[in-house]
């Protein structure tokens, strides 16, 4: 894949940033966080035509046909919405307390892609980054649980008392 530009384009915190890619075409964007105890969301508006696909790590080397290059990434059809809880121990390696204390910032670094088999020549995209504290619901089987879902902004539940060898189904 060619990169459209060879220098990572800044995002911050609540701002949206529009493009089109051609097929085979990257483009890669950064952001810093000083607070390491917030979620963050990079939701992608694709509008729904063609294929972008989306990759989160912390060094700008991110390439798609290498796990270990990116932290976390959503290559679903369509719209995206990629969660990275502060919590998770992939996040937390590379932003805690203690890196802000010492670097100022941790930063991360995300790539956009159109993919090869993208249908459309030109690929639209909106990114938009924002920064959430995300309270998991309980749930508890056979028990209803009853909540008003946001546009954009995901829902976190934990489970229990899961068995293995059973299948579930949340309705």
Do not use: W
């Not at 998770?88 to 892609?113: D, K």
């Not at 459309?120 to 649980?145: E, I, R």
């Amino acid at each position: 894949m060619c990169s459209f530009l060879k220098s990572a384009i800044p995002i911050a915190v609540g701002e949206t940033a529009k493009g089109v890619l051609k097929k085979d075409e990257e483009r890669i964007f950064v952001f810093t966080l000083t607070d390491p105890d917030k979620d963050v969301l990079l939701y992608l508006d694709t509008g729904g035509v063609g294929d972008v696909d989306i990759y989160l790590g912390s060094s700008r080397e991110i390439n798609p046909e290498i796990n270990s290059s990116f932290l976390f990434f959503s290559n679903d059809r369509g719209d995206d919405l990629l969660l990275l809880p502060h919590s998770h121990p992939r996040f937390r390696r590379r932003c805690s307390s203690s890196i802000v204390e010492a670097q100022g910032s941790c930063v991360f670094y995300v790539l956009l892609t159109a993919a090869a088999a993208a249908a459309a020549a030109a690929n639209p995209f909106a990114l938009t980054l924002s920064l959430q504290t995300l309270k998991p619901s309980f749930l508890a089987l056979n028990h209803p649980v009853a909540q008003t879902l946001s546009p954009r902004v995901p829902a976190t539940f934990l489970f229990a008392d899961i068995n293995p060898d059973y299948d579930y189904r949340l309705t």
